[in-house]
C-alpha cells in the first residue's frame, strides 16, 4: 500500500503548501482501502466464528484478535522515517490527536470485547444483520458530532434497520440459537452485537472528526491515517492484553490448541488469520473515511451483509428461517435507500466545496 509521506517541516506548513492528491491517486487509494475493508468485513466474523465453533471458548482472546495485527502498518512509518532522517519522529501527529486516538483505541477495544461475546452466542448470519444496525447508530451520532444532515432516505434507512432488528428479537426463541446456547445466551449475545453496533456507530464520525478538526483533512496525508490506526490498535489491544491476563487466557492458550476441534495447526492458523484480516478491516475502515465519510464506510459495511450470509450459511450451514430472510431484505433495503439519497444530495451539492469549518469538538 502506497503511504504519503511529510516532513517535520512540512507538518508546520499552511494548507495552501499541502495540495490534496491528483484525483485518480486519491481514488486508487479509496479502492484499496474498500477492498480491504471488504476482505475484512468477510471474512473475519466468519474466522471468529470458526474458532468458537470448534472448541474455543476465550472471549477476551478472540477480541484481542481483531487488534492485534497493528504491528503490520510499522514498516510504513519506519521507511517514511528512513526517508525524511534518522531524526524525524516516527509519529508525526501532534499529541492531541495522539491522545484521541488512544482514546477511540480504548472503546475500540471495549467493542470488540461485545463484538465477540455476540460471535459466541449468535450464528453469523444473525450476528451480521444486527451489525448493520450501526448505519442506523452512525446516522444517528453523525447528526450530533459532525452534523451530517439527515433526508427522508436516511430516516427510512434508519426505520428499516430498526425492524430488521426487532425481528430477529422475536426470532430468538426459534431454531435460530445455535447448539448448546441457551435462550439466556442468545439474548445476551444479541444485546451485546447491539451494544457494540451502537458504540461503533459512535466511535465512526469521531475518527471522522478527529481527521477532520486535528489532522486537517485538506492539509492530511495518509499517513496520518495509518498513525492513528497504529494507536487505536495498540491501545486496544493493550486493553484487551490486560483482560486476558485477569482472566488468564494466556495460560489457556497452549491446553485450548490441544483440545481445539481442528488441531492445534488449525488453531493457531485461526489466530494468525484472525489477526491479519481484521487488520485489513480497520485500516479499510479508516481509509474510508479519511477519502469519504463515517456514513459511507458504514454504508459499505452493510452491503457485505449479504456476502457474509451467504458464506457463513455455506460453511456453517446455519438455519436461515423466513424472519431472517425478511430481515436481511430490510437491511438491504435500507442500505438502497439510504445510498440512493446520498446520490441524490451529492449530485445538488456537486458544485459547493467542502466546509469543515463547522465541526467542533
Same mark, same amino acid.
Request: hydrophobic share 50%; aromatic share 10%.
Given at each position: 500500500?502506497?503511504?504519503?509521506?511529510?516532513?517535520? $517541516?512540512? *507538518?508546520?506548513?499552511?494548507?495552501?503548501?499541502?495540495?490534496?492528491?491528483?484525483?485518480?491517486?486519491?481514488?486508487?487509494?479509496?479502492?484499496?482501502?474498500?477492498? #480491504?475493508?471488504?476482505?475484512?468485513?468477510?471474512?473475519?466474523?466468519?474466522?471468529?466464528?470458526?474458532? !468458537?465453533?470448534?472448541?474455543?471458548?476465550?472471549?477476551?482472546?478472540?477480541?484481542?484478535?481483531?487488534?492485534?495485527?497493528?504491528?503490520?502498518?510499522?514498516?510504513?512509518?519506519?521507511?517514511?522515517?528512513?526517508?525524511? =532522517?534518522?531524526?524525524?519522529?516516527?509519529?508525526?501527529?501532534?499529541?492531541?490527536?495522539?491522545?484521541?486516538?488512544?482514546? #477511540?483505541?480504548?472503546?475500540?477495544?471495549?467493542?470488540?470485547?461485545?463484538?465477540?461475546?455476540?460471535?459466541?452466542?449468535?450464528? /453469523?448470519?444473525?450476528?451480521?444483520?444486527?451489525?448493520?444496525?450501526?448505519?442506523?447508530?452512525?446516522?444517528? !451520532?453523525?447528526?450530533?458530532?459532525?452534523?451530517?444532515?439527515?433526508?427522508?432516505?436516511?430516516?427510512?434507512?434508519? /426505520?428499516?434497520?430498526?425492524?430488521?432488528?426487532?425481528?430477529?428479537?422475536?426470532?430468538?426463541?426459534?431454531?435460530?440459537?445455535?447448539?448448546?446456547?441457551?435462550?439466556?445466551?442468545?439474548? $445476551?449475545?444479541?444485546?451485546?452485537?447491539?451494544?457494540?453496533?451502537?458504540?461503533?456507530?459512535?466511535?465512526?464520525?469521531?475518527?471522522?472528526?478527529?481527521?477532520?478538526?486535528?489532522? =486537517?483533512?485538506?492539509?492530511?496525508?495518509?499517513?496520518?491515517?495509518?498513525?492513528?490506526? /497504529?494507536?487505536?490498535? !495498540?491501545? $486496544?489491544?493493550?486493553?484487551?492484553?490486560?483482560?486476558?491476563?485477569?482472566?488468564?487466557?494466556? *495460560?489457556?492458550?497452549?491446553?485450548?490448541?490441544?483440545?481445539?476441534? #481442528?488441531?492445534?495447526? =488449525?488453531?493457531?492458523?485461526?489466530?494468525?488469520?484472525?489477526?491479519?484480516?481484521?487488520?485489513?478491516?480497520?485500516?479499510?475502515?479508516?481509509?474510508?473515511?479519511?477519502?469519504?465519510?463515517?456514513?459511507?464506510?458504514?454504508?459499505?459495511?452493510?452491503?457485505?451483509?449479504?456476502?457474509?450470509?451467504?458464506?457463513?450459511?455455506?460453511?456453517?450451514?446455519?438455519?436461515?428461517?423466513?424472519?431472517?430472510?425478511? $430481515?436481511?431484505?430490510?437491511?438491504?433495503? =435500507? !442500505? /438502497?435507500?439510504?445510498?440512493?439519497?446520498?446520490?441524490?444530495?451529492?449530485?445538488? *451539492?456537486?458544485?459547493?466545496?467542502?466546509?469543515?469549518?463547522?465541526?467542533?469538538?
Amino acid at each position: 500500500m502506497e503511504v504519503e509521506t511529510r516532513t517535520p $517541516a512540512q *507538518q508546520q506548513a499552511s494548507p495552501e503548501q499541502h495540495p490534496q492528491p491528483p484525483p485518480l491517486h486519491r481514488n486508487m487509494l479509496a479502492i484499496v482501502n474498500v477492498f #480491504l475493508m471488504a476482505i475484512g468485513a468477510v471474512a473475519g466474523p466468519l474466522i471468529l466464528r470458526a474458532y !468458537f465453533v470448534h472448541g474455543g471458548n476465550r472471549k477476551w482472546l478472540s477480541s484481542f484478535l481483531q487488534t492485534a495485527g497493528w504491528p503490520l502498518l510499522l514498516p510504513p512509518l519506519i521507511s517514511r522515517r528512513r526517508k525524511d =532522517g534518522s531524526s524525524s519522529p516516527l509519529f508525526l501527529m501532534p499529541p492531541r490527536l495522539l491522545a484521541v486516538a488512544a482514546g #477511540l483505541g480504548v472503546a475500540i477495544g471495549l467493542i470488540d470485547l461485545l463484538y465477540a461475546y455476540g460471535l459466541a452466542y449468535l450464528p /453469523v448470519s444473525t450476528s451480521s444483520i444486527l451489525i448493520s444496525t450501526q448505519l442506523a447508530f452512525t446516522a444517528l !451520532f453523525a447528526l450530533v458530532v459532525v452534523r451530517q444532515r439527515f433526508t427522508a432516505f436516511s430516516v427510512n434507512a434508519v /426505520v428499516l434497520l430498526t425492524i430488521g432488528a426487532a425481528m430477529l428479537g422475536m426470532n430468538g426463541g426459534s431454531s435460530d440459537r445455535p447448539e448448546g446456547v441457551s435462550r439466556a445466551q442468545y439474548y $445476551a449475545g444479541f444485546a451485546m452485537t447491539i451494544g457494540s453496533s451502537a458504540m461503533y456507530g459512535l466511535v465512526l464520525p469521531l475518527m471522522e472528526l478527529s481527521q477532520a478538526r486535528l489532522a =486537517g483533512r485538506s492539509v492530511g496525508s495518509y499517513s496520518l491515517i495509518v498513525e492513528m490506526q /497504529v494507536v487505536m490498535g !495498540f491501545t $486496544a489491544t493493550a486493553f484487551c492484553a490486560v483482560g486476558m491476563i485477569v482472566n488468564k487466557d494466556f *495460560q489457556a492458550i497452549p491446553h485450548e490448541a490441544r483440545e481445539f476441534g #481442528l488441531g492445534q495447526g =488449525g488453531y493457531y492458523s485461526l489466530l494468525v488469520g484472525s489477526a491479519i484480516v481484521y487488520q485489513f478491516f480497520f485500516i479499510g475502515i479508516i481509509g474510508a473515511i479519511f477519502y469519504g465519510s463515517a456514513l459511507l464506510s458504514s454504508v459499505i459495511m452493510t452491503l457485505l451483509i449479504s456476502i457474509t450470509e451467504v458464506v457463513a450459511i455455506i460453511i456453517f450451514h446455519e438455519p436461515f428461517n423466513s424472519t431472517k430472510g425478511v $430481515a436481511l431484505a430490510l437491511s438491504l433495503w =435500507g !442500505f /438502497v435507500s439510504y445510498f440512493y439519497g446520498e446520490i441524490q444530495t451529492n449530485a445538488k *451539492q456537486s458544485d459547493i466545496p467542502p466546509n469543515i469549518e463547522h465541526l467542533s469538538v
